[in-house]
């Protein structure tokens, strides 16, 4: 039986924040930026950080909520919401995987995706990695144009694999190209050339020499080279030093979504995935204070996974976004005048979050087993009239239930970090409603009554003064 990629997945936000904005913005003090002004770069909603996108690749993946036999859930990223609280953690309960589990978080480098996801393959079992990014760069800063926020999910274990492992090696080097110390709110840089010349051209070539020797593969045999740096230049030299041609090298989505950190090898991954043939052997590359390097080969069973959605999908998805200004704001990276409706205390009972867990990080309602009406919230008493039961009801999953939307309003009055805030009544198929707030109206996407609903795992509020955020499920059109 062979180990491997059983199932796949990707999410990366619509808004796309045009380069040009950013460059145009600095460029009286670095007009070296204006190089860097071209495409676009994936930019994450106000609400969203790296665990809700994790929550939507792991969707993706798995191709809903719910699986079972996970023995695992394991994250890879550095920028969680949370130091010390487990962030897989609330992936695993958003996509309600149960608790009979081990959850992992994984960090402190920008390999940290591609160490989650060779840890999972050499841990044995069936395990769900999810990787994904936020990252907060200083306005001006290079780093500001050439990220972007994505992320993927992988479902690996054994079976009919997507892709089989065919093997890996690793290599920790403590070259300090970057680094964010404890209390920093931004990566500090070091000498590009430097980099290059001392930890890509040096540190990779033998991590994937070591990587094919393991494997028992040469080179040659490799079709799709997966390596998550911004550069083309760097890229195609890394190439051309561990002996493939440039042709090899995978789309590093660099004019369309921006390089997500420690996701991007896996972000790449997924996106070459979407496009592979059977037999297709693929190297993946994660590079920070050494390098990581993990080959697959792609199966027969590839095509009933491809077209489903995925990296691709989303990337068909984006919207233009040219207000560098809200981007600023989404990121806090400036301290907005936010009127006095915002002044509220929101400072979150831990025990009631905790009470009542399932209904808000799964979106769990309730099913009458008397009458079989669907309601959400689950409570005590049916809401059907004409049953009426007490302590009748079983739970009911709605996160992936098809909705649509029952009214709406745009309300310029409340507070939201993007005006206006929008809000209806939704109607799930089968029964049960909620009235919901509702995100990701894009400047084309006009509501109308009837229209397809989705929902979205996202953050619901932030408490600023105590570093906490709450998670809710909100509506988005379909």
């Known amino acids: 039986m062979q180990t491997g990629i059983l199932a796949f997945g990707g999410y990366v936000p619509r808004a796309r924040l045009q380069r040009q904005v950013i460059a145009a913005a600095h460029s009286w003090f670095t007009p070296a930026l204006k190089g860097l002004g071209r495409g676009e770069r994936a930019m994450a909603n106000w609400n969203e950080d790296s665990i809700t996108m994790a929550v939507e690749a792991g969707r993706d993946c798995l191709g809903g909520q719910g699986s079972s036999g996970l023995d695992a859930v394991i994250m890879g990223s550095t920028s969680y919401p949370f130091k010390d609280r487990q962030n897989a953690g609330v992936v695993a309960d958003a996509l309600t995987l149960g608790s009979d ?40 800063n290079p780093l500001e144009l050439t990220t972007g926020d994505a992320a993927a999910a992988f479902h690996v274990g054994q079976g009919d694999v997507v892709a089989c492992y065919l093997g890996g090696a690793s290599r920790a080097v403590d070259l300090v190209d970057h680094f964010r110390g404890e209390n920093g709110e931004f990566d500090y840089t070091w000498e590009e050339r430097w980099v290059r010349d001392e930890g890509y051209l040096k540190i990779v070539p033998d991590t994937v020499a070591k990587a094919l020797q393991n494997a028992g ?49 896996l972000v790449m991954l997924a996106h070459t995935l979407d496009n592979a043939d059977p037999g297709d052997i693929i190297l993946v590359v994660g590079f920070g204070q050494g390098s990581d390097a993990l080959l697959f080969q792609v199966t027969d069973a590839i095509r009933g996974q491809q077209g489903k959605g995925g990296i691709t999908g989303c990337l068909k998805q984006g919207y233009r976004e040219e207000n560098y200004h809200k981007f600023l704001a989404f990121n806090q990276l400036i301290e907005m005048e936010q009127g006095i409706r915002s002044e509220v205390d929101k400072n979150t009972g831990l025990t009631t979050l905790y009470r009542n867990k399932d209904m808000v990080q799964g979106l769990i309602g309730g099913r009458c087993t008397s009458c079989n009406t669907k309601q959400f919230p689950k409570s005590n008493i049916c809401a059907n009239p004409e049953c009426g039961r007490f302590d009748s009801q079983v739970p009911e999953p709605f996160a992936d239930k098809s909705a649509a939307l029952n009214s709406f309003t745009g309300d310029g009055l409340t507070f939201s970090p993007n005006p206006p805030h929008y809000y209806g009544m939704v109607q799930f198929e089968g029964g049960g409603r909620l009235m919901s707030d509702i995100t990701d109206v894009t400047p084309d996407a006009e509501l109308k009554i009837g229209m397809s609903m989705r929902m979205v795992f996202r953050v619901k509020d932030y408490d600023h003064q105590r570093g906490f955020r709450r998670y809710f499920w909100i509506a988005t059109p379909a």
């Open 101 to 140: 589990l081990m959850t992992l978080d994984i960090g402190g480098s920008q390999r940290a995706g591609t160490s989650a996801l060779m840890a999972a393959l050499q841990l044995g079992g069936s395990a769900l990695v999810v990787s994904a990014e936020k990252r907060r760069t200083k306005p001006g």
């Open 217 to 265: 593969v040469t080179i040659d045999q490799v079709s799709t080279f997966c390596f998550p740096v911004p550069s083309a230049r760097i890229a195609s030299a890394v190439a051309r030093k561990v002996g493939l041609a440039p042709e090899a090298l995978a789309d590093n989505l660099q004019g369309s979504c921006g390089e997500a950190g420690a996701s991007h090898p």
